[in-house]
């Protein structure tokens, strides 16, 4: 089946995903927008020249128009996607910005240390992620370990939640580093979190735009 070349809607959003079953409904989707905006998703690389990819590529190449948040997603929709480049145009994710602090950071702050057990003059590293395999959870558990080594009181702070929450977990046990850990799951503000690390870390394996790293 393909798209009605006719556009339904002004704008649709999609996760630009190599899976073909999921890239494929994603596609029809999209085609039906005036504009459509695509975000890098997670899946499994498929070679570019089989039928398996030509046939991922049917719908996404009648996009009317497409914004890529990434120069690694315009690429991704040109090549894997076969979206012709006039119609592909990049517009870099933005964040809400305020040179000025809300009003009760500091004590939301002072606050949220106490509530995790974030103990005063402790060295946080903290990042903020979904926790799925893709974001290199065990690359930071394992470099926080080695941090330790020369830091030992050290805490890292992980904001998030997701299926790969309780293998965190056990990883942490294994390296005997659960007394040192925080995962807190979801948060409402991320500002608060944020200005209590003294360092960020991103160790995704891929990212479309990495905006957790521009709102730190």
Known sequence: LLPCPTPAVDLATGYACLSLLPGYVTGLALARARISQA???????????TAAAYLLSLPWILLANAIAVSPATGRKLRRAYRVP??????????????ARPPD?????????RQVWGLRPGHFVVGTVTRLVPAKGLWARLEA????RRQVPEAQLLVVGDGPERANLVRQAYALGEQDHVV????VSRTDVPLSCM???????????????????
């Open 144 to 147: 926080f370990h080695q941090l």
């Open 104 to 112: 009760d950071l500091a004590a939301q702050a002072a606050r949220f």
């Open 198 to 216: 003294d360092c960020f870390v991103l160790a995704s394996h891929r990212e479309a735009f990495g905006l957790a790293i521009v709102e730190a």
């Open 183 to 186: 995962i807190t799951g979801w």
């Open 85 to 98: 480049a006039r119609k592909v145009a990049v517009v870099l994710n933005g964040i809400a910005w305020d």
């Open 39 to 49: 975000f890098q998703g997670e899946g499994s690389s498929l070679p570019h020249r």
